[in-house]
């Protein structure tokens, strides 16, 4: 071999080698997407209502970044629960904080580059008692925070501030690293994926799993409800539901529940892990189930057994991880109705079908919205379109909810023959539209749904109840099973055991009082809300003959 040719060989094996080096020093692909952005965030040692939190990222000399509060969008909470937020000194040469002129947020400035590492506390103000909704008693609104004996729960963004790039521009990161403190003796219930559990770090993409969850910690007892994607995992605080036995019962209810939604909405998108904080609600001054949910976390405040009302309050928790997350009305679309009222239908449906509230007791509690909604004032006036702009969120709610009762009866009716009933339009809602890709439905989307499964036009239906302001009448939903009445005498369709004589009587007794409930219902709404009984449509007694000649259903 010639010199210059082993010369060249030489260059080559060199060259080789010097690349393997170089691979070697670079940065794993887990690394090269590793979020520069890590929270820290740990309860003060003198104060549990203060929580520390750090944020840390790379700035460069010169470079702007801005800190702010993240908005959530629309909330029922009051101004004057927001907490505080108190900066530490500024002690790091590598960059300058200040406030930013309007207000909205803070800005800082890199002064030497490199790591810039903020301090602050967030300041929850307690000792208020829990807020109530006054327009619907059946539901209590849950604190917004909580810092009890053995239990803290707060929302991620009432903590964590987002840091962004220019007001109005890209955040820094859709990813971040999340490191919690419990207090010693603690442990956390987060829905986000552990990167490393002694140390309690969380890897967190997207700026919904990051800002909108609960972040709780205390003295829990975690149960594993389901291991199939996404993985449900409930936290039961202090002594809540007695022994073990009770805690995986109430469980397996959980299970029960969210099996069902999913059977109709289908999977949830964009969700791998779910978490559910399970409290004694009278032990924080909650005297009747209430409930609240994030982007993949729920909080129950009940107390007992998860049956009855609880599991109502439970399946209205569940099904908002879709209704308020994924499959959510365009504005102005004049659907927000159906987001609003479907929960307070669907929550007693879904209980009682999963055998966990009694169908007659379901029928009773959404007589509880029905008259709520006759007993607003602006009943008998205002259309749902004018109600979404006019505030009135508890008419919107209720009369929502009784508009999503008729569907439930006319759908299933006019579907000649086919399997068309609520449930499979709650899917269909589902499964076409995807918040989080950009698509929400309108009323007209709803409309052509319904029309496509029966074949006939909808528009002259909504026309009366959605933008006019017709009253929608018992009778359009209850005499029928959309709440389980019809499982109400027997648990099962068997016939009652016993004397053949005696058991077909009591069972038509049953039957018939069952029946007289819609009568009795009637009564007192007219009594409750002194309705003018010689007014044409209060309670129409057939309320489709001017749609072509149908037949009440």
Same mark, same amino acid.
Request: net charge negative.
């Given at each position: 071999?010639?010199?210059?040719?082993?010369?060249?060989?030489?260059?080559?094996?060199?060259?080789?080698?010097?690349?393997? +080096?170089?691979?070697?020093?670079?940065?794993? !692909?887990?690394?090269?997407? $590793?979020? =520069? /952005? #890590?929270?820290?965030?740990?309860? @003060?040692?003198?104060?549990?209502?203060?929580?520390?939190?750090?944020?840390?990222?790379?700035?460069?000399?010169?470079?702007?970044?801005?800190?702010?509060?993240?908005?959530?969008?629309?909330?029922?909470?009051?101004?004057? +629960?927001?907490?505080?937020?108190?900066?530490? !000194?500024?002690?790091?040469? $590598?960059? =300058? /904080? #200040?406030?930013?002129?309007?207000? @909205?947020?803070?800005?800082?400035?890199?002064?030497?580059?490199?790591?810039?590492?903020?301090?602050?506390?967030?300041?929850?103000?307690?000792?208020?008692?829990?807020?109530?909704?006054?327009?619907?008693?059946?539901?209590?609104?849950?604190?917004?925070?909580?810092?009890?004996?053995?239990?803290?729960?707060?929302? =991620?963004?009432?903590?964590?501030?987002?840091?962004?790039?220019?007001?109005?521009?890209?955040?820094?990161?859709?990813?971040?690293?999340?490191?919690?403190?419990?207090?010693?003796?603690?442990?956390?219930?987060?829905?986000?994926?552990?990167?490393?559990?002694?140390?309690?770090?969380?890897?967190?993409?997207?700026?919904?799993?990051?800002?909108?969850?609960?972040?709780?910690?205390?003295?829990?007892?975690?149960?594993?409800?389901?291991?199939?994607?996404?993985?449900?995992?409930?936290?039961?605080?202090?002594?809540?539901?007695?022994?073990?036995?009770?805690?995986?019962?109430?469980?397996?209810?959980?299970?029960?529940?969210?099996?069902?939604?999913?059977?109709?909405?289908?999977?949830?998108?964009?969700?791998?892990?779910?978490?559910?904080?399970?409290?004694?609600?009278?032990?924080?001054?909650?005297?009747?189930?209430?409930?609240?949910?994030?982007?993949?976390?729920?909080?129950?405040?009940?107390?007992?057994?998860?049956?009855?009302?609880?599991?109502?309050?439970?399946?209205?928790?569940?099904?908002?991880?879709?209704?308020?997350?994924?499959?959510?009305?365009?504005?102005?679309?004049?659907?927000?109705?159906?987001?609003?009222?479907?929960?307070?239908?669907?929550?007693?449906?879904?209980?009682?079908?999963?055998?966990?509230?009694?169908?007659?007791?379901?029928?009773?509690?959404?007589?509880?919205?029905?008259?709520?909604?006759?007993?607003?004032?602006?009943?008998?006036?205002?259309?749902?379109?004018?109600?979404?702009?006019?505030?009135?969120?508890?008419?919107?709610?209720?009369?929502?909810?009784?508009?999503?009762?008729?569907?439930?009866?006319?759908?299933?009716?006019?579907?000649?023959?086919?399997?068309?009933?609520?449930?499979?339009?709650?899917?269909?809602?589902?499964?076409?539209?995807?918040?989080?890709?950009?698509?929400?439905?309108?009323?007209?989307?709803?409309?052509?749904?319904?029309?496509?499964?029966?074949?006939?036009?909808?528009?002259?239906?909504?026309?009366?109840?959605?933008?006019?302001?017709?009253?929608?009448?018992?009778?359009?939903?209850?005499?029928?099973?959309?709440?389980?009445?019809?499982?109400?005498?027997?648990?099962?369709?068997?016939?009652?055991?016993?004397?053949?004589?005696?058991?077909?009587?009591?069972?038509?007794?049953?039957?018939?009082?069952?029946?007289?409930?819609?009568?009795?219902?009637?009564?007192?709404?007219?009594?409750?809300?002194?309705?003018?009984?010689?007014?044409?449509?209060?309670?129409?007694?057939?309320?489709?003959?001017?749609?072509?000649?149908?037949?009440?259903?």
């Amino acid at each position: 071999m010639s010199a210059s040719r082993t010369e060249n060989v030489r260059r080559v094996v060199c060259a080789l080698a010097a690349s393997l +080096v170089l691979l070697a020093c670079l940065p794993s !692909p887990a690394a090269l997407s $590793a979020p =520069s /952005l #890590e929270y820290g965030l740990k309860p @003060s040692d003198g104060d549990p209502t203060v929580i520390e939190v750090t944020v840390s990222f790379d700035i460069k000399q010169g470079e702007q970044l801005f800190l702010r509060r993240f908005d959530p969008g629309s909330s029922s909470w009051e101004p004057d +629960v927001e907490p505080t937020i108190e900066f530490e !000194p500024d002690s790091n040469p $590598a960059y =300058s /904080l #200040e406030p930013l002129p309007d207000g @909205s947020g803070w800005v800082v400035t890199g002064k030497s580059g490199g790591k810039a590492e903020i301090d602050y506390a967030v300041r929850f103000q307690t000792g208020a008692p829990p807020l109530k909704r006054e327009d619907a008693p059946q539901a209590p609104l849950p604190p917004r925070y909580l810092f009890g004996d053995g239990l803290t729960v707060f929302r =991620s963004h009432d903590a964590i501030l987002s840091v962004w790039k220019a007001p109005g521009a890209a955040p820094l990161s859709d990813s971040a690293t999340v490191r919690l403190h419990p207090p010693s003796g603690q442990k956390a219930l987060m829905p986000w994926p552990l990167q490393d559990s002694k140390q309690g770090v969380y890897t967190v993409a997207g700026q919904e799993a990051l800002f909108q969850q609960f972040i709780t910690w205390g003295r829990l007892d975690t149960i594993e409800v389901r291991k199939s994607k996404p993985t449900l995992t409930a936290g039961f605080a202090g002594d809540y539901g007695g022994d073990g036995e009770d805690r995986q019962r109430y469980a397996d209810a959980l299970s029960t529940l969210y099996g069902d939604l999913e059977g109709s909405l289908g999977a949830r998108p964009d969700a791998d892990l779910v978490t559910v904080l399970v409290a004694p609600g009278s032990a924080f001054g909650i005297r009747e189930p209430a409930s609240d949910t994030m982007f993949q976390s729920v909080v129950l405040f009940t107390d007992g057994a998860l049956e009855d009302s609880n599991a109502a309050s439970a399946t209205r928790a569940l099904f908002w991880l879709w209704n308020g997350w994924t499959m959510l009305p365009r504005s102005g679309g004049g659907a927000e109705w159906f987001q609003q009222g479907m929960p307070w239908l669907y929550c007693y449906r879904v209980a009682a079908r999963a055998g966990l509230m009694s169908g007659n007791l379901a029928y009773s509690g959404f007589s509880d919205v029905y008259a709520g909604y006759l007993e607003d004032a602006d009943a008998r006036t205002m259309s749902l379109s004018a109600t979404e702009e006019s505030g009135n969120d508890s008419l919107l709610r209720d009369k929502g909810a009784a508009l999503c009762a008729s569907i439930a009866v006319r759908l299933p009716a006019e579907s000649q023959g086919a399997t068309r009933d609520i449930d499979w339009l709650v899917g269909r809602v589902a499964e076409g539209f995807d918040a989080l890709e950009g698509e929400r439905y309108t009323l007209a989307d709803i409309s052509e749904i319904l029309e496509n499964a029966t074949g006939r036009s909808w528009d002259k239906y909504f026309a009366g109840r959605v933008r006019g302001d017709d009253l929608i009448g018992a009778d359009e939903f209850s005499s029928t099973d959309v709440f389980g009445v019809s499982t109400v005498a027997q648990s099962s369709n068997e016939v009652p055991r016993g004397s053949g004589k005696n058991a077909w009587i009591l069972l038509i007794v049953a039957i018939v009082i069952i029946l007289l409930i819609p009568v009795v219902l009637s009564a007192y709404v007219r009594r409750s809300v002194k309705l003018d009984l010689t007014m044409p449509k209060i309670l129409p007694d057939d309320d489709f003959d001017d749609e072509g000649g149908d037949q009440p259903v």
